[in-house]
């Protein structure tokens, strides 16, 4: 699969690199050989959205399992979200610890978000010149104590600050206003029915949080990316943020609130999964290429933590291993190609975070690579998950496609259930080569 399409090649690999996309039989004699048969051969996925949680919360998730995980769903790079793990990345120290945590340990290439948190305003251009590839905001409650959202004149704040040095700014595009007055109307509701839980987060806080993004954005110059969309009607509020991107996550894509059981906490996240007539616009986002990627948002915590009514737990999924077969089960299903699907969750975001190297099966990128089976399908079998805790709102479910094979710069890192022993992962730097 190259960028110009599916076609019959032969991909020329060396020191990790795309040498060379040659014509079907040019293939030095001499040199180890991988035929793909039937199989596509895929860029490897690029999944910006991921919350590893170690150090601080490591019984949630960790980089080996996170990265293991990644590996087996043909996720070559991940990026690890700044919260979660204590401390969050929103230090120079801080990310040091997150290195160090990482090291040695990384199945698949990882880089580092870093955060925007009142309390480091004015000081996140070392952070950046640390080499983290942007930095997250929150414009309501993020969940954890020690990160803490932005007021919206502290969001001005911060676009103008990371404008200036033509960074990225990437925002959880919830505003706490709305959430606060429709939770307000929601007393004596059943807490354990998603219909409550829905309703306490319209979609109205997602439309005023990304009016306001899209006003920073305008006023500043600030490259500027919503999170995990969800109300697609927040695409209309868009006009005037030209240097808005926007990402949604395989949920939003897959599931619909109306078959969502009471109860069933493992579909809770933020902000929540909507109904099937918003599902279907969310598509017509990806088509028309106003969501320009797919990521997996994978959060996942604890089993105990999941339990409880639907605003007592943890609001997160996670979905790293089966983000590609979800997306393309549904895409198929819609009339896409698999080819649309690369555009999203490889290309896509890695155009989004400056990943140069990756997205991409073309000459000078990394040998990011997934042998991926289309056909078929199999059910989800939450013990063949490789993240810490596989708590997944997938059990159970059919999904198509299989992933055969993932390779990071040119070497074999998973196989038909097999992890490589010694792990080849790199820790990633914003603008290191
Ligand atoms: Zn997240």
């Known amino acids: ?87 969050p990345t929103t230090t120079i120290a801080a990310l040091a610890e997150k290195r160090a945590a ?99 987060r319209p979609a109205s806080a997602e439309e005023q949080a990304m009016a306001a993004v899209a006003e920073a954005s305008a006023a500043t110059g600030c490259r500027t990316h919503v999170l995990h969309l969800s109300a697609a009607t927040g695409l209309d509020t868009l006009a005037g943020g030209e240097r808005v991107s926007v990402e949604t996550c395989p949920h939003y894509l897959t599931f619909e609130a109306a078959e969502i059981p009471d109860g069933a906490t493992a579909c809770k996240c933020a902000p929540p999964i909507r109904d099937a007539a918003n599902r279907e616009r969310l598509w017509d986002g990806l088509r028309d290429g106003r969501i320009a990627a797919v990521v997996s948002d994978h959060s996942p915590c604890t089993a105990d933590l ?58 000078g990128r990394d040998a990011d690579l997934v042998l991926f089976e289309p056909e078929g399908s199999s059910e989800v079998d939450p013990s063949e998950l490789h993240h810490r805790n596989p708590v997944t709102p997938y059990a159970g479910r059919r999904l198509d496609g299989r992933v055969a094979a993932t390779y990071v710069r040119g070497v074999e890192v998973y196989a038909d259930g097999r992890f490589r022993d010694e792990p080849v992962g790199r820790l990633l730097s914003r603008g290191a080569a």
């Open 1 to 87: 699969m190259t960028p110009d399409g599916v076609r019959e090649a032969c991909v020329h690999v060396a020191d990790g690199r795309i040498e060379r996309v040659a014509p079907f039989d040019d293939a030095p004699p001499a040199v180890p050989l991988v035929e793909a048969g039937e199989r596509v051969v895929m860029p490897g996925l690029v999944d910006t959205h991921v919350h590893v949680n170690e150090p601080g919360r490591t019984e949630w998730e960790g980089f080996e399992t996170a990265t293991r995980a990644a590996a087996a769903g043909g996720v070559t790079t991940i990026l690890d979200m700044p919260l979660n793990s204590i401390p």
């Open 102 to 200: 990482a090291d040695g340990k990384v199945h698949v290439d990882v880089g580092f978000w870093g955060g925007a948190v009142p309390g480091d305003l004015g000081q996140l251009r070392e952070l950046h010149d640390a080499g983290v590839f942007g930095f997250k905001c929150f414009l309501c409650p993020s969940g954890v104590d020690e990160f803490g959202s932005l007021e919206l004149e502290q969001l001005g704040a911060a676009a103008a600050e990371i404008a200036a040095f033509d960074g990225l700014l990437i925002v959880h595009a919830e505003l706490s206003g709305p959430i606060e007055r429709a939770t307000e109307g929601l007393a004596g509701s059943d807490p354990f029915a998603y219909r409550t839980y829905l309703a306490s």
């Open 306 to 363: 999941k339990a409880g009514s639907f605003f007592e737990a943890w609001g997160g999924i996670a979905s790293v291993q089966l983000g590609l077969r979800a997306v393309w089960t549904q895409a198929r299903a819609r009339g896409f190609a698999l080819e649309d699907v690369a555009r999203w969750m490889s290309e896509g975001p890695a155009a989004i975070a400056g990943l140069e190297r990756k997205g991409a099966i073309a000459e």
